[in-house]
């Protein structure tokens, strides 16, 4: 097995890593050579170097990065994500992932990673010019090929779904200390597939979050449908819905406050949301909605079934053992395909 470099925003370390992936005896290409990863950074859910902290990999080491489990290309040159319940994951999330996180810095490192030249910002944003761009776009085409099949509460919105982009909002604890109404970090679009292990089609559906305080009992995913139904609904979604390894289409456009959502499949028509993004989608939001936020899209797979219980919402007690190949024989993980995926046009 090779030794890669493996650059993070705080550290060197030299990792364990599959610069190929092997299949059958035949070395493919990492992803970067087939997609432009020059403004991701990859989170898998691994501590190879076991300092206690999920796996990032990012800069000049993504032009050679590739994992045989969680992030590889399959023999027809697409990106596979694959991620388990039970893993090592983010410091503020219960929830494992294979995930990629836009770096609009590429590999100047001399831009912190909270920086606004990292990050985009509406046209509402007092300071605009000073981020990396107003907007932007991010387009994926994919196909889920497997979802969590257990969960002791899948009566919980979150069991048996994966969550295949989104746009994430910065923390800033300055802002939030400030009680400026923004800087919580939360999201005003998850794109969601989730499928029930009983039924034979799954849905598609998007998910807006107040922009709220975490302690605001209003701060709430609304849910919007695509394909099939949204995650109050557990119904058997029917022809209306999206099979596993059936592709589908999502383009996130911003521009200026907008945020314009298109979705598109073979069997199904296109669907269509326009959402000013300065302004609360509800009554219950924040009036200014994400108005003087900072933002970055995220691609990849985002492992909803989290075995953690308590929580009402976000504790649908999914299984794992946290040994990826145990739980993949079990069926306690996901994984999607990308054929596609464009970041601001690239």
């Given at each position: 097995m090779k030794q890669i470099l493996v650059l993070t925003s705080s550290l060197l370390l030299s990792a364990p890593a599959l610069a190929n992936v092997a299949n059958n005896g035949v070395d493919y290409p990492v992803p970067a050579d087939k997609f432009d990863m020059r403004n991701w950074k990859i989170t898998i859910p691994s501590d190879i170097n076991e300092d206690g902290r999920v796996d990032e990999i990012e800069g000049v080491a993504m032009m050679s990065y590739s994992h045989s489990d969680f992030f590889h290309l399959d023999k027809d040159g697409n990106i596979v994500f694959e991620v388990h319940n039970k893993a090592i994951t983010t410091k503020n999330s219960k929830n494992a992932r294979s995930e990629l996180r836009q770096m609009a810095r590429g590999a100047d490192f001399s831009?912190?990673?909270?920086?606004?030249?990292?990050?985009?910002a509406l046209s509402s944003h007092p300071d605009a010019d000073s981020f990396s761009s107003v907007g932007g776009t991010l387009e994926a085409t994919l196909k889920v090929n497997h979802v969590s099949l257990h969960a002791k509460f899948p009566e919980k919105y979150p069991a048996h779904s994966v969550v295949v982009g989104q746009?994430?909002?910065?923390?800033?604890?300055?802002?939030?200390?400030?009680?400026?109404?923004?800087?919580?970090g939360n999201e005003p679009i998850k794109i969601f597939y989730k499928k029930f292990p009983g039924h034979k089609m799954g849905s598609v559906f998007?998910?807006?979050?107040?922009?709220?305080?975490?302690?605001?009992?209003?701060?709430?995913?609304i849910a919007y449908p695509v394909w099939g139904y949204t995650w109050e609904n557990s119904e058997e979604p029917g022809d209306s819905g999206i099979a596993l390894g059936e592709e589908f289409s999502y383009k996130i456009d911003v521009q200026g406050t907008m945020m314009y959502l298109t979705f598109e499949t073979e069997r199904h028509d296109a669907v269509k949301y326009e959402i000013d993004l300065s302004k609360g989608i509800d009554s219950k939001d924040s009036p200014q909605g994400y108005e003087k936020d900072a933002f970055y899209f995220k691609a990849g797979a985002y492992g909803q079934c989290s075995v953690q219980e308590s929580h009402p919402v976000w504790g649908p007690g999914c299984e794992g053992t946290g040994d990826f190949s145990i739980d993949?024989?079990?069926?306690?993980y996901n994984s999607v395909t990308f054929s596609a995926?464009?970041?601001n046009g690239h």
């Open positions: 831009i912190d990673t909270h920086d606004n030249k990292n990050n985009w746009i994430h909002a910065e923390k800033d604890n300055a802002q939030i200390k400030a009680k400026t109404g923004f800087g919580h998007w998910n807006y979050e107040r922009n709220l305080e975490t302690n605001d009992p209003n701060r709430a995913d993949k024989k079990n069926g306690d995926l464009k970041l």
